[in-house]
């Protein structure tokens, strides 16, 4: 048999020779799976490391939003203050809640840009009410000021918001590319395992 197999143009391999091509074979797999896994391995640690950077800035980001909205409304509240010390006194009821209401509208949850449209319609109103009733220039200045801080107040808050937006947009971009990577994660890990495995009884046959 064997002589007709050397006839034949095949070479049986010696039991050595045949061990180490096992053990090349199986050191080959595992230096392209380990290969594989390290930069799989690299890219889920950093998703993980981002979803982790996320989680701190949402709460962050929710922390300044209540400290903004409180803000806001203070200096609106200080506006109110303002113009019942000082101009409220000089008005007929029915002026003062007319600019009360506006009041309520500007504090109102609404756009920054429809905010300062408010402003600049309640500043051009007042104004010409305290020259009328000369309440004095500094009341309008301090009035403005308060309602320029409310005003940047509310768009950081939108900016905020558009920043969560975009935080989530993130998250599910990279829950995705998790869901995806995982599995493979999982099977080059096992491959790696089933190489290092055999490899180390071959090695040990080859000894």
Avoid: C
């Avoid at 809640?97 to 007042?126: A, Y």
């Amino acid at each position: 048999m064997s002589g007709n197999i050397e006839e034949a143009g095949i070479r049986i391999l010696p039991e050595g020779e045949l061990i180490s091509r096992v053990v090349e074979k199986h050191k080959k797999f595992l230096e392209e799976y380990r290969k594989e896994f390290e930069e799989l391995d690299s890219k889920l640690s950093q998703f993980e490391e981002d979803a982790k950077n996320a989680k701190i800035s949402r709460t962050r980001m929710a922390e300044r939003k209540e400290v903004l909205k409180e803000k806001r409304q203070q200096f609106y509240h200080q506006v109110e203050g303002l113009l019942e010390k000082d101009l409220f006194p000089k008005l007929d009821p029915v002026t003062a809640d007319k600019i009360k209401e506006d009041i309520k509208k500007l504090k109102g949850q609404i756009e920054p840009e429809e905010e300062q449209d408010l402003k600049n319609s309640f500043m051009k109103n007042l104004g010409e009410l305290i020259k009328e009733k000369e309440a004095g220039e500094s009341l309008l200045q301090q009035v403005n000021a308060r309602l320029d801080e409310a005003g940047s107040s509310n768009i950081e808050l939108k900016e905020i918001k558009e920043s969560e937006k975009q935080l989530e947009e993130d998250d599910g971009s990279k829950s995705s590319e998790i869901s995806k990577s995982k599995p493979q994660h999982k099977w080059l890990s096992t491959k790696i395992k089933s190489h290092e495995e055999a490899l180390s009884y071959w090695e040990k046959q080859k000894a």
